[in-house]
């Protein structure tokens, strides 16, 4: 297991892939920004008149106060020429103003950020903890009743809507228990239930893929042959199982991110967890699209940066892969 | 110690051979009660899912209203017989308009290979990235109070992993040396399809629609959740999980209702799959 | 060859178990970045402690500016307005201790209190307290409700100066929108950087838009001897957007006070060992916004119909699981000035509609909705998510209608699009709750709403004489109010612009652990400084 054999063809093929995952950000960011456009444009009903009710909230929103953003926001130009104004503002990274607030888009995002990977990356190492080792556990006897149980399980999950997941995790450690906080950010705790909630609708998943991995290792040549050589099962799981298994696992986590990523959205929202996907939800309420523009964007990103890192780190643990 | 020489055959253990019959059979068991009840039920229960009576909101289960009323007086079992229907059926034709263009632009790309394929693989790489609830909104946004538009943005989110799944089969397939002897047998395009691509393809893409499925369901209960897509008095599976969210304190089994019967369609088509496919 | 179940954790597992646990901690570790990019912000939100006031609600602080979020910061008691206003409606002083009107009823003078001071130690000038109402005028807010030509200084007096007679001008200025800040809260261009009151409580840590700390600040009885120091130290607002989270909040203890509870979280709340239900009705009312100048609408006997139509005690029970909610006029009994307690309920009956919609003309068709001359009965109506029991009302009178034979099309937007559709004349029906309280004297918001061009969120296409002649009558000084107002009522009640349906009781939960708490039915405070803990 040598991973430094210095291929220069590996480390070619690790630049080449990272360079179609900086197209695939730009390409990103491209679609993002025309489409939030369009938003402004085309959709019926009134954008002053929406962000006039971000703002100012129903009691006190009236048509004097919609023209005064209308004025103020300039949402009266050309359709082309308003176009290029907002590639142009992209490409320099200057993602505007906030519609409702009047901050920084960028502030607002960058002070949203960090809650929200801190969710992310803990509901991923929950889910890889939680998931892989039911998957593996469950492949090694198939048909057995661990199997049936984490099947029935995973399917239980995946039909169940994450906020009634997360409402049930509340019920049991908060209202129950007492063990952890129900909602907010201000606790050392407080991030445990919403990655709680994400990471077992991840490893809903993950430990299928784990499982069939382990059955179709298990049921594999190599694998055999290591048995009969005379290793024993922990032995030969160690040195021929695990590394194959982690292959279809860690890659099948890139399809998973967009599950993390749109589930992120709801349980920040349950939990109120002052994230990007909370802000998302407001911004898309509020009709603000340059909130909107800007955290589809963060999310997009991740979504690719997160993807390059799996990336790596598979054709770290993957020879085949290298060339 | 035993050798395990074929490397295709299940492993043994306990009562093999009965447990995949069996598995197979409640699947099919399942998926058939849902289908007549999707089908069947709205006529055979004979009420009409938006008649309210206020007075008897919440009311418990009982024989004459097995799933009781809900939070305005509307028989429960009516709208979940409707909701099923309406519902799956969308879902349906969600995943299927997903998958058909997802595996048929995934097999060109592969087939076509240069530039074609990068700019594809590109697009659809963008649009993954995408948050699937932008791209919906947007949608629903030009056509507030209807579900279709909701579903062809489901689609629209949906049909990149057909997409990546097909094209990469479909790459280690082309290049086997079985289609390979086809192709210089003479045989043409329809024939490679059906008889080289298909049958590898299918089980992945089957795979892919039976979760998509539920995320269809579950992404109208997202939805639901931001304010979108509420149309009532329709029921739908995913909205009314989101309406009776409030209840499931006082009335637990009216949320329950939508969710088991998604439940029971999701696992009926996971045990309906045979082994190679499983996921 | 056995086959053994894994007993050691593989390698991988080992390495993954010691990273996640290592992560929590560097992330708690990471709480220390600082919060908002004002250097006046950039303080961490530390975990609460238990001598720390939470206080949970849907409100979000969508800016700092007073005209956006500013209730939020009047009702948490860090920045006070000219005047204050006592249960009963009647004007207290708070940072102006007396206010007179001259004898042509055109300038009024609010004298300040003296030794106030803001949060930053500066004393609290006039030119200060000009500063920010002259903001607040420039803003969307209820200044413009009044025709003010000028406000000026003059001495410690506060001089503003109409162009015509406006009776409740005093009650404008206990709007949160009104709110006193320090110079110092404004940047070069005028924007808000940092909220630096008067109140009672200045604001220790913030984070827009989900929560802030505010601590109390000792000096605010130097200007008030005769006040008590108030009990609680320390206090939090954590915008909370669902109302299951809210109530588990309580629950779980992590909340002292939660608001805007829906009947299904009171209900569980109820014999919560941890928190106890406090409510006051307010006046508040959800009613129907019709286009009266619709073609299906401008018939009175049609409004009434749909009047007689709906169920109001049903959707009080069922919906709000209060049947006292149910509106037997637009005006709620805690407006008791405006409630007429003689005038004659909205009633339910379905039969008498069909048989007035049948007089106009329409004749039920086969598929039960109504016809006439060809068309068909069909309205859309408009409604908002952001009051979780607007979409379920409508859906309960989406149904009534059906019964009389009206195929009602329920669209559930934003709220901007009921002003939207008054204004591009596209609305038909509007679902809304209007806050008649926003204002203690409601005059002013009646005075737009029934105008005589009707108002985005009053009439459309409908205006009475008399009624905008007893308004403007009730805007000045006026010898017959009792009766002007019951005038009001009656022609409304008649008429029927606005159809009411229920009106709104506010239901807090309040911890056990707290003692002396009340609602205020202006919704401006939260009485805070007012709260002692329980021993």
């Known amino acids: 297991m040598n991973i430094v054999h210095g291929d220069n063809r590996a480390i070619a093929s690790l630049f080449s892939a990272l360079g179609r995952r900086l197209l695939q950000a ?110 593996l556990l469950a492949g090694l006897r198939p048909g057995g009743w661990l199997d049936r149980s984490t099947l029935t399980l995973s399917v239980l999950l995946r039909a169940l ?61 190599y694998f055999a042959f290591a048995l009969t050589k005379g290793l024993t099962l922990q032995q030969a799981l160690l040195h021929h199982g695990i590394r194959n298994v982690a292959v279809p696992v860690i890659s099948y986590l ?45 999310l997009g990103l991740m979504f690719v940066i997160f993807n390059s890192l799996i990336d790596v780190i598979c054709s770290l643990i993957d020879p085949r892969r290298r060339s | 110690m035993t050798a395990y020489t074929d490397s295709s ?55 004459a209203q097995p799933l009781g009323m809900d939070q305005l007086g509307r028989s429960m079992l009516a709208r979940l017989a409707h909701a099923t229907r309406l519902s799956l059926s969308m879902a349906v034709l969600g995943v299927l308009s997903a998958a058909i263009p997802g595996t048929l632009i995934g097999v060109a790309a592969a087939w076509r290979g240069g530039w074609i394929e990068r700019v594809l693989t590109a697009l659809a790489d963008a649009v993954l990235a995408l948050p699937g609830l932008l791209l919906v909104l947007l949608l629903a946004a030009f056509a507030p109070g209807q579900f279709w538009p909701l579903y062809v943005g489901i689609s629209l989110a949906l049909w990149v992993e057909y997409f990546r799944v097909v094209r990469a089969a479909s790459h280690i397939l082309l290049a086997s040396p079985q289609v390979e002897a086809s192709r210089l047998l003479g045989f043409n395009t329809i024939y490679l399809l059906r008889r080289h691509l298909l049958p590898v393809l299918l089980p992945r893409i089957f795979t892919l629609m039976r979760f998509g499925f539920a995320g269809a369901v579950l992404a109208m209960s997202a939805l639901g959740f931001v304010g979108v897509g509420l149309q009532p008095p329709t029921p739908e599976l995913g909205v009314m999980m989101i309406e009776l969210l409030p209840y499931y304190s006082e009335a637990p089994w009216l949320i329950g209702a939508p969710v088991l019967v998604l439940f029971m369609t999701l696992l009926g088509l996971v045990l309906l799959a045979r082994e190679e496919e499983a996921a | 060859m056995t086959d053994k179940y894994l007993a050691a954790p593989t390698r991988r597992h080992l390495l993954l178990t010691a990273l996640a646990g290592v992560l ?83 300038q009024w003078r609010f004298t300040l209190r003296s030794n106030s001071r803001y949060h930053d130690g500066s004393p609290v000038t006039p030119g200060s307290v000009l500063n920010a109402l002259k903001r607040a005028q420039a803003r969307p807010g209820v200044l413009t409700l009044a025709d003010i030509r000028n406000m000026s200084t003059d001495g410690n007096d506060i001089v503003v100066t109409l162009g015509k007679r406006f009776a409740p001008l005093p009650y404008l200025f206990t709007h949160s929108t009104t709110q006193v800040l320090a110079p110092a809260s404004f940047d070069a261009n005028s924007n808000v950087k940092t909220i630096i009151g008067t109140g009672p409580y200045r604001i220790t840590a913030i984070s827009l838009p989900q929560q802030f700390d505010v601590e109390r600040f000792d000096d605010y009885a130097a200007s008030r001897p005769s006040l008590k120091l108030p009990t609680i130290r320390r206090a ?27 009947p299904p979280s009171i209900r569980r709340l109820q014999n919560s060992p941890q928190a106890q239900l406090i409510s006051a009705m307010l006046p508040r009312t959800t009613y129907l916004k019709l286009n009266a100048g619709h073609r299906f609408l401008n018939d009175v006997r049609v409004r009434q119909a749909i009047s007689l139509g709906i169920e109001r005690s049903g959707i009080a029970k069922a919906l709000l699981r209060d049947p006292e909610l149910g509106a037997t ?31 106009a003309g329409w004749i039920a068709g086969t598929d039960g909705i109504r016809y006439r001359l060809g068309q068909r009965f069909e309205l859309k109506l408009l409604t908002f998510v952001d009051r979780p029991e607007l979409p379920l009302i409508a859906a309960a009178i989406q149904e009534e209608m059906r019964q009389i034979g009206i195929a009602v099309r329920v669209v559930v937007g934003n709220s901007s699009d009921i002003p939207a559709g008054h204004r591009s004349g596209s609305l038909e029906m509007g679902l809304t709750a209007r806050n008649f309280g926003n204002l203690p004297e409601p005059v002013a918001t009646l005075l737009q709403d029934f105008g005589a061009d009707g108002a985005d969120w009053g009439a459309m296409n409908w205006s009475d004489p008399q009624l905008v002649a007893a308004l403007a009558r009730l805007s000045e000084e006026d010898r017959h109010a009792v009766q002007d107002r019951a005038l009001v009522a009656t022609t409304l009640q008649r008429e029927l612009p606005v159809i009411p349906i229920v009106w709104y009781r506010q239901t807090t939960a309040v911890s056990k652990r707290l003692r002396g708490a009340t609602i205020d039915p202006y919704e401006r405070s939260y009485r805070i400084s007012q709260l002692e803990w329980a021993r």
């Open chain 1, 26 to 135: 730009a390409l990103v960011a491209l679609l993002v920004g025309t489409l939030c456009f369009f938003m402004t444009r085309m959709l019926p009903g009134d954008m002053a008149y929406r962000i006039a009710a971000g703002r100012y909230g129903y009691d006190m929103v009236t048509s004097a106060a919609a023209d005064a953003v209308r004025h103020e926001l300039g949402l009266d130009r050309p359709l082309l020429s308003a176009l290029a104004d907002w590639w142009s503002k992209l490409w320099h990274l200057d993602l505007g103003l906030s519609q409702v607030t009047g901050q920084p888009v960028i502030h607002e995002i960058a002070e949203q950020l960090v809650p929200t990977l801190k969710l992310s990356v803990l509901a991923l190492g929950l889910s890889f903890l939680i998931g892989p080792t039911i998957g």
């Open chain 1, 161 to 221: 809507p994450s906020f009634l997941l997360g409402l049930l995790l509340v019920l049991i450690f908060s209202v129950q228990m007492g063990a952890l906080p129900a909602a907010g950010h201000d606790d050392h705790g407080s991030i445990m239930l919403p990655a709680l909630t994400l990471a077992l609708g991840l490893a809903a998943v993950s430990s299928r893929v784990a499982r069939d991995a382990m059955v179709s290792v298990r049921s594999s040549a």
């Open chain 1, 254 to 298: 890139g399809v998973q991110l967009v599950y993390l990523i749109e589930g992120v959205v709801l349980v920040e929202t349950i939990f109120a967890w002052p994230g990007i996907g909370h802000a998302l939800v407001h911004a898309i309420f509020g009709r603000d699209v340059p909130m909107i523009q800007g955290t589809a964007l963060i």
């Open chain 2, 9 to 63: 055959a299940p492993l043994p253990s306990s009562g093999r051979r009965f447990s995949l019959v069996s598995r197979r059979g409640a699947g099919i068991v399942l998926l058939t009660l849902i289908a007549v009840f999707a089908i069947f039920g709205p006529w055979l229960i004979a009420i009409d899912p938006a008649r309210q009576e206020l007075s008897r909101f919440l009311e418990s289960p009982s024989w």
């Open chain 3, 24 to 106: 929590p901690v560097g992330f708690a570790s990471g709480d220390a970045l600082a919060h908002g990019d004002h250097p006046d912000n950039a303080h961490a939100i530390a975990p609460v402690s238990t001598d720390t006031l939470t206080v949970v609600g849907p409100w979000e602080l969508t800016g700092l500016d007073p005209s956006r979020a500013g209730y939020i910061f009047t009702r948490m008691a860090v920045a006070e307005t000219l005047l204050d206003i006592d249960d009963a409606g009647q004007l207290r002083p708070a940072l102006a201790v007396r206010w007179v009107v001259s004898a042509d009823k055109l």
């Open chain 3, 236 to 262: 939090r607002y954590l915008s909370v957007s669902r109302t299951e989270t809210r109530t588990l909040l309580v629950q779980s203890g992590q909340a002292d006070m939660a608001f805007s509870l829906d």
């Open chain 3, 329 to 359: 006029q637009l005006f709620p009994p805690a407006m008791r000035q405006w409630h007429q307690d003689s005038l004659p309920p909205l009633r339910t009956d379905p039969l008498l509609a069909r048989q007035l919609l049948h007089q």
